[in-house]
């Protein structure tokens, strides 16, 4: 994930991938989301831990068929290897391999890359039936963006390509981006297209005249003519692949490591809410060096406010592979390079189709990459039915694609999951008026319950770096299974209010009292911020009972805090105390000591600084505000804090915690 800084790498040192060791069976109920032929292309970045840079680059593509019941073959592929000294493509036919794919669309393909059989292209399956994914847990130093669309029926022509399309364009080996728009007149002219590129941190454009593409059995090319190199980004011959609706196209140099995706793009919607699925590469750039990330995902947008999950791969600023989970704005309106949407926390424009199903951007230098994300398709189902995207984090609503952990409070959505609401207190039972939820075999504790949610807290026996089966039984009737992935941790931010996800922290002082706008958090302060999903904790309670007062159950892992400001700067804070709330089931509490040098809030949430938490286990979230004050406290900073934490839960629409009343004293 491209952020406004890079964090020193030796402290990402912890990272740990999702392994396929022994784990109970991944939902196969989707496998038919991938059947027939597709059009793919994948490209690799593999890095240089000295250079922080790219080592070594690759290109896969061709035809992958997918039987609709788990397995695949491809043919008529070509591989370039820029380590073999020759960018004359090799080929080869009748590979083969596995897939599986849930009822979400989430699951993944085995390696079709022949030098890294072991590893897995995990991904999504959008309403589209294009699957866009990445090798996030791969163990060989490399990141990658995985394409895959349907052939179709009837093989692309030149007037399949015909209209006003908006491409995103990226190379890693440069590294550069770039956007453009291109008007196809379905008879194999484009014309002139004129390029915004940023080629590592300078901007500059480019005009190409005479464009043409052509289709000779279904597989397409785009002539942009010239040559690239130098102050030219995009040049040559390019391979094009197109959808069969003619509403998405990708593609890249034969012989090369770059990467498109265009959308066709006639006018602009109105509507930008939905769930999303999403994939892309990232690289920051600095000079002399190249960060790359990868990463697939998904974000949940509504009135231009985006909650988003990616799982990103990156050597650097990991370490390996990390779960994050952030808050992002669109800006909706037209920009000078053709795009029409551009967010606050990646720097990245984007495209979008008129049917609002597809979205493509890139990177403004030095942020640089590509992102390609599809709308997630509805779901309904009779009886007692668990959403397959309704499975999220009960503190930041953080989308389904995040891992699940140990200890997390997570809120369920779907449809007859209980025959009236009903709410428990500590100790939370394992059933409440007659609802179980089940995961891995274990009834998980339970605290709320209503026909079209629950909350629960993930037993502590769940199998991190695993899979979890989520299931629902409401008085004797079995939903159906739900699987996601699993982590250490999955750390996310309460809020103080019922905002599902975003607001003000839900953080206190030593005296009790709550930060909020009228009363900042100040410098040289202590303070107490309420999370969930920090995984294993010493001292470990039993399932749904109150963490002890003495001893304390501390965090294994000891979470980094960092404060930003509202100038956008960022400060690591001192902690002091991380573990389970005393008292309480499923909260965990942070305390930490305000840093010195952050520009106080002028105002809340407009101005307001954020909150970041990173567990260098496996998660990282960056979405809580929490207003700052720059004047030094007017109070003694607390001692380590311990606390007796008193407050309750309480369940209301969007399932948070609501901090009625909360103390700690001094240890």
């Not at 994948?42 to 250079?51: F, I």
Request: with cysteine; hydrophobic share 35%; glycine share 12%.
């Amino acid at each position: 994930m491209k952020t406004r800084t890079i964090l020193p790498a030796l402290i990402f040192l912890g990272a740990c991938a999702w392994q396929a060791s022994a784990q109970p069976a991944f939902d196969s109920s989707g496998d038919a989301k991938l059947n027939g032929a597709y059009y793919f292309r994948q490209v690799l970045y593999v890095m240089t831990d000295a250079a922080r840079d790219v080592g070594e680059a690759m290109n896969i593509q061709g035809t992958i068929t997918f039987n609709g019941t788990g397995g695949y073959t491809v043919t008529n592929a070509s591989l370039v290897d820029e380590a073999s000294g020759s960018t004359t493509p090799s080929l080869f036919t009748n590979a083969s391999g596995t897939y599986v794919v849930s009822a979400s669309g989430e699951g993944y393909i085995s390696a079709v890359h022949p030098y890294f059989p072991t590893d897995r292209i995990i991904g999504l399956v959008s309403q589209n039936g294009v699957f866009i994914g990445s090798s996030t847990e791969t163990s060989y130093g490399y990141n990658d963006l995985f394409i895959a669309a349907p052939v179709g029926p009837a093989s692309a022509t030149n007037a399949t390509l015909k209209g006003s399309y908006s491409v995103a364009y990226f190379d890693a080996t440069v590294p550069g981006d770039a956007f453009f728009n291109m008007a196809a007149n379905g008879a194999g002219n484009i014309g002139t297209v004129n390029v915004t590129s940023y080629i590592q941190s300078n901007q500059g454009t480019e005009s190409l005249t005479g464009v043409t593409y052509s289709f000779t059995n279904g597989g397409g090319q785009i002539n942009f003519g010239g040559t690239p190199g130098g102050t030219n980004l995009i040049g040559g011959t390019e391979t094009l692949f197109i959808s069969p609706d003619g509403k998405f196209i990708f593609g890249g140099s034969y012989n090369g490591f770059d990467m498109f995706a265009g959308v066709l793009a006639t006018t602009t919607p109105t509507n930008y809410d939905g769930l999303y699925y999403q994939a892309g590469l990232d690289v920051v750039y600095q000079p002399g060096s190249g960060d790359v990330d990868s990463y697939y995902g998904s974000l949940q947008t509504s009135s231009q406010t985006i909650i988003g999950h990616q799982r990103v791969n990156s050597l650097v600023e990991y370490g390996g592979s990390s779960d994050v989970t952030y808050y992002d704005t669109l800006t909706v309106g037209a920009n000078p390079d053709g795009t029409v949407l551009s967010d606050s926390l990646f720097g990245e424009n984007y495209a979008i189709s008129s049917d609002r199903t597809i979205r493509v951007g890139y990177g403004l230098g030095p942020l640089l990459g590509i992102n390609i994300a599809f709308l997630a398709p509805t779901f309904s189902g009779p009886g007692v039915y668990l959403s397959p995207v309704g499975v999220l984090n009960g503190a930041s609503s953080a989308p389904f694609t995040a891992f699940l952990s140990p200890g997390e409070i997570l809120t369920l959505y779907g449809s007859g999951l209980a025959p009236t609401t009903n709410s428990a207190s500590v100790p939370f039972p394992s059933s409440l008026n007659g609802v179980q939820v089940m995961i891995n075999g274990v009834a998980a504790p339970i605290f709320y319950v209503s026909p079209t949610q629950l909350s629960v807290v993930v037993p502590y026996a769940t199998t991190p770096t695993s899979i979890a089966q989520v299931q629902v039984v409401n008085n004797g009737a079995n939903s159906n299974v739900v699987t996601q992935f699993t982590g250490q941790t999955s750390v996310a931010v309460f809020t103080n209010n019922p905002s599902g996800g975003l607001g003000y922290a839900a953080a206190i002082r030593p005296d009790g009292s709550i930060i909020s706008n009228s009363s900042p958090a100040q410098t040289g302060e202590t303070e107490a911020v309420f999370v969930a999903g920090m995984g294993a904790v010493s001292s470990q309670p039993v399932d749904g009972t109150a963490a002890p007062e003495s001893p304390l159950s501390n965090t294994v892992e000891v979470p980094q805090v960092y404060l930003f400001d509202s100038a956008g700067d960022f400060q690591p804070a001192t902690v002091v105390f991380s573990g389970l709330a005393p008292g309480l089931a499923g909260l965990y509490q942070i305390n930490f000591t305000v840093p010195s040098g952050l520009v106080a809030s002028d105002s809340c949430p407009s101005s307001c600084g954020a909150i970041e938490i990173y567990s260098g286990l496996d998660s990282n979230t960056l979405e809580a505000l929490l207003p700052l004050s720059g004047s030094t406290a007017s109070s003694r900073p607390a001692d380590k804090a311990t606390s007796s934490v008193q407050c309750a839960l309480k369940p209301d629409f969007h399932a948070k915690a609501t901090i009625l009343c909360i103390r700690i004293t001094k240890r």
